[in-house]
């Protein structure tokens, strides 16, 4: 055991043996919390002040959680196989599945992530003739979603205007359609749990008697409804502030502590707080606090993970926030390398230098996966993309468009779907005519009636249906059941070809010009049964051998799981991931990009206060995921969502001290636009590999241009323009009003100022 704990310092050791007790751990990043969680866990069950099926821990990513579990069986000799390790929405669905009957779902209910959900609001808008300009279906799913976690039912919802109270309808058709097919959302998963334990007194005492710890991982980014689920589980029904609805439905449930409640040992940090938009509320941790009248607050203060530069840029950066908790973080670590800051004329130009520059680092021995490039928003990562894969270099991405949400996975798994749960109408709709089978719009308008008025799932509903649409639609129905008749006796990945084979998706794909990467994909869903079914120990204890039930959870699996069954896997590749997917991890090298104003902090958000400061706890996560060196790059101009934006670089490169920072001029060969470098006192001289080449000074050149404007008298920066005398040149700058003028550079013939009303220019 004394090696269990080795290595720990007074403050975590300190942590890691308290006795059963409440406990918070307020600590920075890169403090050693997920290490003093998991060592905490391994010492108490080494301890044997608990057995691994005593305890249950929530992480906060699926892989996360897989990185717990290994970290735990290295320490000790343990078989962690159905161990209560897992995310929110993995926990409660593996409570709902035990207890499906108790929380009212069939036994194999599936589970709609929430491209699914958008289909299936879409879906209930056009069968209830719901004008979707007027109730857009994307913030109907907000609006379900936010009434959801704060544990809100549609009976429950309040309305004060029409608008709201038709929305409020809207979700009780929601809800209706979703009970009807058997289908639960995300936020349903948590909920149902929540209710499931607050209304069944004996299965509440059950699990409150079963638990005697609960350990939670980035306690900052709970949300009410989560942590109304922990209080039930430890069997705290109290709620000291008012927590709306879940309060009163609480009360109702009446329940009372059960015996001696669970111990709940939290680790967070209030400056990683970065879901607030989806909910999260750091008040937890104060209510935590006060309502389990926490004694042991437990603050880590060495940071363990990165060099000193990098370490007082993130605290430099978050001492702009107010209403902190308030820690300070030291690193006995040297200062390290400065940070490189790089202006890019363009998003290429910025993604060419961040891959010649991580080409390099491999080179000098850095190991790919030791490299991230992280990014505000997803489709900042098609140009990365885009130049990895031009210079060879291996990369997986993380989020963004993840495997199980594929197209022809989605494909694949509706048909699993319908084999599982013929009512499923989101998993029938995307198939039926899927590859085609001449299944029309209004055959499907059809059915989609016929369903409406028998109240029935579309599956049913074809039966009665009459004509050719009847006949095609019942020759889709008699496939779904030839499906479902062969494939009884199957196992799991043998099921998976046989359903992609004889659904005629091989065959689609096989004569599809671009069809090679998919067909590779289906392969790789085969593998992902197979590994489901040799890793995922949990989930096949609780399926105890029954085929259905292990469709089921491998269902449940992709519609949980991020998507880790990359193409490629085993080979080392550089890692792309937002910053809210990086949350917890870290790497050597981190490159930030984007670093300019409405990209990060994001327009969304900038506008006020509190949406300032969560990018700003963003970008402070995104600072302390690295360990050696950091790079932090933006672009005078950049292509999003189809459109030129120029750009000016983000108040947060402000906010760090200009002494850690090493400005990196642009090296020639990255110059795609002519040069102009007015920012830079020494123009290349500092060389990408060179000194302190800036000395600090903002390059301030661009921020004068975007001071002023992009656009005058239907020129533009970045257009082409010719002169009779300059020749041709681009414009790098302009001002509006009575005097309007354009900077041009012509290269050769220099960088002029010219006035409109005097200069002939003519846009090329
Ligand atoms: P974050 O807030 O980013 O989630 P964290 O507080 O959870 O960070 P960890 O990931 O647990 O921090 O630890 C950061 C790094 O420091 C890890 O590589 C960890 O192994 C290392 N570390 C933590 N404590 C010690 C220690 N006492 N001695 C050596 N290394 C340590
Ligand atoms: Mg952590």
């Given at each position: 055991m004394s090696e269990l704990l080795a290595g720990l310092n007074p403050d975590q050791l300190a942590a890691v043996t308290l006795p059963s007790q409440h406990a918070l751990i307020l600590a920075g990043a890169g403090s050693g919390k997920t290490r003093v969680l998991t060592t905490r866990i391994a010492w108490l069950i080494s301890t044997g002040q608990v057995g691994p099926h005593g305890l249950l821990a929530v992480t906060f990513t699926n892989k996360a959680a897989k990185e717990m579990l290994t970290r735990l069986s290295a320490m000790l000799p343990l078989n962690t196989r159905g161990m209560w390790v897992g995310t929110f929405h993995g926990l409660c669905n593996r409570l709902l599945r035990a207890h499906y009957r108790e929380a009212g779902l069939p036994a194999l209910f599936q589970i709609l992530d929430s491209a699914d959900q958008l289909a299936a609001i879409k879906r209930l808008l056009k069968a209830l003739n719901v004008d979707d300009e007027k109730f857009p279906p994307r913030e109907l799913a907000s609006f379900i979603n936010a009434h959801k976690e704060q544990g809100i039912r549609a009976a429950q919802a309040e309305a004060w205007d029409e608008y709201t109270r038709r929305r409020v309808e809207l979700y009780a058709e929601y809800e209706a359609q979703c009970q009807r097919e058997g289908v639960v959302d995300f936020a349903e998963l948590l909920l149902r749990a929540y209710e499931l334990l607050s209304r069944n007194e004996p299965l509440r005492r059950h699990y409150q008697t079963r638990f005697t710890h609960i350990l939670v991982d980035e306690f900052q980014d709970t949300n009410r409804l989560q942590y109304a689920w922990l209080k039930l589980l430890a069997?705290?029904?109290?709620?000291?502030?008012?927590?709306?609805?879940?309060?009163?439905?609480?009360?109702?449930?009446?329940?009372?502590?059960?015996?001696?409640?669970?111990?709940?040992?939290?680790?967070?940090?209030?400056?990683?707080?970065?879901?607030?938009?989806?909910?999260?509320?750091?008040?937890?941790?104060?209510?935590?606090?006060?309502?389990?009248?926490?004694?042991?607050?437990?603050?880590?203060?060495?940071?363990?993970?990165?060099?000193?530069?990098?370490?007082?840029?993130?605290?430099?950066?978050?001492?702009?926030?107010?209403?902190?908790?308030?820690?300070?973080?030291?690193?006995?670590?040297?200062?390290?390398?400065?940070?490189?800051?790089?202006?890019?004329?363009?998003?290429?130009?910025?993604?060419?230098?961040?891959?010649?520059?991580?080409?390099?680092?491999?080179?000098?021995?850095?190991?790919?996966?030791?490299?991230?490039?992280?990014?505000?928003?997803?489709?900042?990562?098609?140009?990365?993309?885009?130049?990895?894969?031009?210079?060879?270099?291996?990369?997986?991405?993380?989020?963004?468009?993840?495997?199980?949400?594929?197209?022809?996975?989605?494909?694949?798994?509706?048909?699993?779907?319908?084999?599982?749960?013929?009512?499923?109408?989101?998993?029938?709709?995307?198939?039926?005519?899927?590859?085609?089978?001449?299944?029309?719009?209004?055959?499907?308008?059809?059915?989609?009636?016929?369903?409406?008025?028998?109240?029935?799932?579309?599956?049913?509903?074809?039966?009665?249906?009459?004509?050719?649409?009847?006949?095609?639609?019942?020759?889709?129905?008699?496939?779904?059941?030839?499906?479902?008749?062969?494939?009884?006796?199957?196992?799991?990945?043998?099921?998976?070809?046989?359903?992609?084979?004889?659904?005629?998706?091989?065959?689609?794909?096989?004569?599809?010009?671009?069809?090679?990467?998919?067909?590779?994909?289906l392969d790789e869903l085969i593998n992902a049964a197979e590994s489901f079914l040799r890793e995922d120990s949990d989930a096949l204890a609780e399926a105890a051998g029954d085929a259905g039930a292990v469709l089921a959870a491998f269902l449940a699996h992709a519609s949980l799981e991020a998507g880790e069954h990359q193409a490629g896997e085993g080979e080392t590749a550089v890692q792309l991931m937002t910053v809210h997917a990086a949350k917890g991890l870290e790497f050597d090298v981190v490159f930030i990009s984007g670093l300019e104003q409405g990209l990060f902090p994001h327009e969304n958000a900038a506008q006020e206060r509190e949406g300032l400061e969560e990018e700003r706890r963003l970008m402070y996560v995104a600072i302390t995921r690295a360990r050696k060196r950091l790079y932090l790059s933006w672009a005078q101009t950049r292509m999003l969502h189809g459109q030129t934006r120029y750009c000016a670089p983000s108040i947060f490169l402000d906010e760090i001290p200009p002494a850690l920072l090493r400005r990196l001029a642009p090296a020639p060969a990255f110059a795609s636009a002519p040069a102009f470098t007015s920012g830079y006192s020494g123009g290349y001289a500092a060389g990408r590999a060179g000194g302190n080449g800036g000395g600090g000074g903002k390059a301030s050149g661009s921020r004068a241009a975007a001071g002023s404007t992009t656009e005058v008298r239907g020129l533009r920066i970045g257009q082409s323009v010719e002169h009779a005398r300059f020749g041709v040149g681009v414009i790098v700058a302009a001002e509006g009003g009575a005097d309007a003028r354009v900077q041009v550079n012509f290269g050769a013939a220099g960088m002029k100022w010219l006035a409109l009303d005097y200069a002939k220019l003519t846009p090329l």
């Open positions: 069997g705290y029904g109290e709620y000291g502030r008012a927590a709306g609805q879940i309060a009163a439905a609480e009360a109702g449930a009446g329940s009372a502590a059960a015996g001696a409640p669970a111990a709940i040992f939290a680790v967070g940090d209030d400056d990683q707080s970065i879901y607030a938009f989806r909910g999260a509320d750091v008040g937890n941790m104060r209510d935590f606090e006060r309502e389990f009248a926490v004694k042991s607050v437990i603050r880590l203060e060495q940071n363990y993970r990165s060099h000193g530069n990098i370490l007082d840029a993130a605290n430099a950066l978050i001492s702009n926030n107010n209403g902190r908790l308030g820690k300070n973080l030291w690193t006995a670590a040297g200062a390290g390398e400065p940070i490189r800051v790089f202006e890019a004329f363009s998003d290429i130009d910025e993604a060419r230098f961040i891959v010649d520059e991580a080409r390099e680092l491999v080179r000098d021995g850095v190991e790919r996966d030791q490299i991230a490039l992280l990014y505000r928003s997803n489709a900042q990562s098609r140009v990365l993309e885009h130049q990895l894969f031009s210079a060879g270099v291996p990369y997986r991405v993380h989020g963004g468009l993840r495997f199980f949400e594929r197209q022809e996975i989605k494909h694949a798994l509706a048909y699993l779907r319908l084999i599982a749960n013929a009512d499923d109408d989101t998993a029938f709709s995307r198939v039926v005519n899927f590859p085609t089978r001449g299944i029309g719009a209004r055959s499907l308008e059809a059915l989609q009636d016929a369903a409406h008025r028998a109240n029935s799932s579309l599956y049913n509903a074809a039966a009665g249906l009459a004509g050719k649409a009847g006949a095609s639609v019942g020759a889709f129905v008699r496939l779904i059941e030839a499906l479902r008749r062969d494939t009884a006796a199957l196992k799991l990945s043998e099921m998976v070809a046989h359903v992609i084979d004889e659904s005629g998706l091989r065959r689609h794909y096989l004569g599809e010009k671009e069809g090679a990467e998919r067909l590779e994909n």
